[in-house]
């Protein structure tokens, strides 16, 4: 088998202090059989037994490291560096590829398409498990664009432009794989996507992952992102908004959507965010939001809503600060 006639996959799994996962994520790789595959592990220095289940099967590795980091972000984009292969993804230490997927993505990609999606089954602690919907979810690019969902173990991306973009956003610890898809998304939409409908992932829930312990670091994230996004046609947001954005910026070379869908995606999110912090009775978070909203991209729906969460809030705000339980 010519190996060459099989388009180059490189995957890349960043690692730290994964010993109980890590052997049936790298076994779920290399039990792919996939001829022309590129595996690379970039482990942050791990103090259990990490390195020597890696060690044991460095043969069938790329490349692999294991040193000091400074965190995921900067772990996955160690790897994109090593990386020479046509198609990307990387898979975290804690999760494991469905058997024969890469096959199938592989073949998506040489009938022309340029991200295969798939869904996810997710593996909770107490053994139960859940299926994905598909995704995305929507042929709306502006819904998708909005929702914030993003399923990125089954998510394979064309490995140009993962480094046309300069790999995933350092300053990013928990969003850094929704800002690549949106990246995607600004600059070539949606009509290169195709739904895959089988489960190319399984997404371990458990006590020490970052989607068990960090909703509202995700959600802070979000904020930031969409902040970012708004000041690329509002100049003054970046200076209004210094210190929420800290050192984060959404960095673009340019943007092929129609500006109005962009907008309207941004305030559809913080619509969606401004419900979310009344819930939460988040009233500092509540009124940044509410500046940073632009009403006349919603419907007329929306509007009423927020007309009624803005009056409450100027008119009760003790009820407001106090959080329901």
């Known amino acids: 088998m010519n ?13 730290y202090n994964q010993g109980q996962y890590i052997e049936q994520t790298i076994q779920s790789v290399l039990g792919q059989d996939y001829p022309n595959l590129e595996y690379i592990i970039i482990d942050g220095g791990s103090t259990d037994n990490s390195g020597e289940i890696i060690k044991k099967y460095e043969k069938h590795l790329a490349y692999w ?37 890469l096959q199938e993505v592989a073949n998506s990609f040489s009938a022309g398409v340029d991200v295969v999606c798939g869904k996810v089954r997710f593996h909770y602690a107490d053994g139960s498990t859940a299926f994905t919907t598909a995704f995305p979810h929507s042929d709306n690019v502006m819904e998708v664009i909005s929702s914030t969902k993003f399923v990125q173990q089954s998510t394979f991306f064309p490995l140009k432009f993962i480094k046309e973009v300069n790999g995933v956003n350092p300053e990013l610890h928990y969003s850094m794989d929704f800002e690549l898809w949106l ?10 996507v195709k739904n895959n409908d089988k489960v190319i992932a399984n997404f371990r829930i458990h006590g020490a992952s970052k989607t068990y312990l960090s909703d509202n670091n995700f959600f802070n994230e979000w904020v930031k ?20 954005l800290g050192n984060y910026k959404f960095k673009i070379r340019s943007v092929s959507l129609d500006p109005e869908i962009v907008k309207e995606a941004v305030a559809r999110f ?3 965010a401004l419900v979310f912090l009344y819930g939460e009775r988040n009233l500092k978070m509540f009124d940044t939001v509410m500046h ?28 407001f600060f106090k959080k329901k339980h």
């Open 65 to 101: 490291v294991s040193e000091k980091d400074k965190g995921q972000s900067d772990a996955i984009n160690k790897g994109i560096s090593r990386a020479t292969g046509e198609i990307f993804n990387w898979l975290n230490s804690d999760d494991f590829y469905s058997p024969g997927v």
């Open 292 to 319: 940073l909203l632009d009403i006349n991209y919603l419907d007329k729906r929306r509007r009423s809503e927020i007309k009624k969460m803005k009056f409450r809030r100027e008119n009760i705000p003790i009820m």
């Open 270 to 272: 913080f619509y969606d």
């Open 183 to 192: 990246k995607y998304l600004f600059i070539y939409g949606l009509s290169g």
């Open 3 to 15: 190996k060459n006639n099989f388009p180059k996959i490189s995957i890349v799994t960043p690692s």
């Open 225 to 244: 992102i969409f902040t970012s996004i708004k000041s690329i046609y509002n100049k003054s947001i970046e200076e209004q908004y210094s210190q929420l």
